[in-house]
């Protein structure tokens, strides 16, 4: 019988972890496809303990798998944008498939790989990219694709995730939590893409390519990470009945879409905010379907590697399709793409949480009342935490208001000379279907 033949660049966490699953289940994985798939030649650096590479060909040069003329599918797990780009775009003018976990590379790069797949007749499949292994946007794409998608919010960085959640239950500080989900395989080589929502913009730029079927248009997205989020934060949400999740939301509001990914008080209540630690949850809402929940380990060794290894049992099966028959690269025909506009920042409306430090004298907090209400921001809730070095904490949270009214009266408000110019506003989201 004829086997899959398959080359891996890249063999750290995720790298090993493919390594692993598709020997472990390599029986099985032949009965799903119909031939064993083969890992042939793996381009790597140096070696990795974690995974047994004995029988497989080793280069250093990670060109030589991409252009090596025995595989089918070329599985780009390196990492980074220039050299993976390359090393991708030679695969695919050399014929190969292609599997990525690579988020950057897709929401950055994608349109012109998805040209250069189609120019050359080739695939491209990217499901480890996003959420890690909850097969979400085979689920976007293909699942749910009966309906009009109206929003999805999701929690869809892992490392990020995982720090609010100690955060919040243990205490503990950002950067011991951070070098934490570093030693265990979480976190992007440069961890400030997962801290500053770098990493769940490039996510959320795919899973709106998919939803709404629209290109991929990473520098629209509004992007703002936890890195501002303190435990007084933390703990004057949960007084109010919140917790503070990082999201990634887009949303089709008939005059454009949102794309953004901020830190997001949601209530206590909802689905989403039990999320915790390295887990991921996406929320779909769709027109038919209703709302629907996707949970899962979004990232780690095994559960990405559970999904390349799903995608190259789809090339694997594919390899014996007509190129025109397989489903497009983003669900919907490069053809048909929208050009549907992307809101800024200014125009999405949200109810908001607001924090500020004030001297404590009369007269602060009626300036700084007056001035939300001429921005047309009203106060739904307000408390005054204890004095804290001379001066007063204010949290409160507002009804819904336009981003550009708050930006407006925040700028005012911080220039007041009684009021702390660092004022954190966290968006409320409620979530409901
Ligand atoms: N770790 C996760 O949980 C996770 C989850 C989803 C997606 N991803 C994505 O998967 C990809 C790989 O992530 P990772 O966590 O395995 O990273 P990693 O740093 O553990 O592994 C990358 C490996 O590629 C090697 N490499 C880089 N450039 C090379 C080159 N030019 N030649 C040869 N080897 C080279 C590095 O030496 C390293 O061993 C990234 O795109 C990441 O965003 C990771
Ligand atoms: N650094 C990413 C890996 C998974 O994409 C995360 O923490 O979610
Ligand atoms: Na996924």
Known sequence: MKSVKVGIAGLGTVGSGTVNVLKRNARDIARRVG?????????????????????????????A????????????????????????????RNGKHVVTANKALIAEHGNEIFQAAQDNGVDVAFEASVAGGIP????????????????????????GNFILTEMEEGGRAFDDVLAEAQQLGYAEADPTFDVEGIDAAHKLTILASIAFGIPLQYSKV???????????????????????????IAKDTGNGIELR???????????????NGVMNAIMIDGDAVGPTLFYGAGAGAEPTASAVVADIIELGRALTVDYDERVPYLGF???????????????????????????????????????????????DALVQRDVDQGLVPIVMMTHVVREGDMSAALAKIGALESVNSDIMRIRVEMLDA
């Open 35 to 63: 031939c064993p798939i083969e890992i042939t030649h793996i381009g790597a650096r140096r070696d990795n303990a974690a995974c047994d590479t004995s029988d497989i060909r080793l280069s250093r040069d990670i060109f």
């Open 65 to 92: 798998v991409a252009t090596d003329p025995d595989i089918d599918i070329l599985v780009e797990l390196i990492g980074g944008i220039d050299t993976a780009r390359e090393l991708v775009l030679t695969a695919i």
């Open 136 to 159: 979400i946007l085979k689920s976007l794409g293909e699942g749910l694709a009966a309906n009009h998608v109206n929003w999805l919010a999701g929690i869809i960085n892992g490392t």
């Open 222 to 248: 509004y992007t703002e990470g936890i890195s501002r989020i303190t435990i007084e934060d933390v703990a004057s949400a949960a007084h109010f009945g919140y917790r503070i999740k990082h999201l990634g």
């Open 261 to 275: 990914v901020h830190p997001t008080l949601i209530p206590k209540e909802t689905m989403l905010s039990a999320v």
């Open 333 to 379: 025909h490069t053809d048909q793409m929208s050009d549907e506009p992307i809101l800024t920042i200014d125009d999405v409306s949200c109810s908001f949480y607001l924090r500020l430090h004030v001297q404590d004298k009369t007269g602060v907090l009626a300036d700084v009342t007056r001035i939300l209400s001429d921005n047309n921001v009203s106060i």
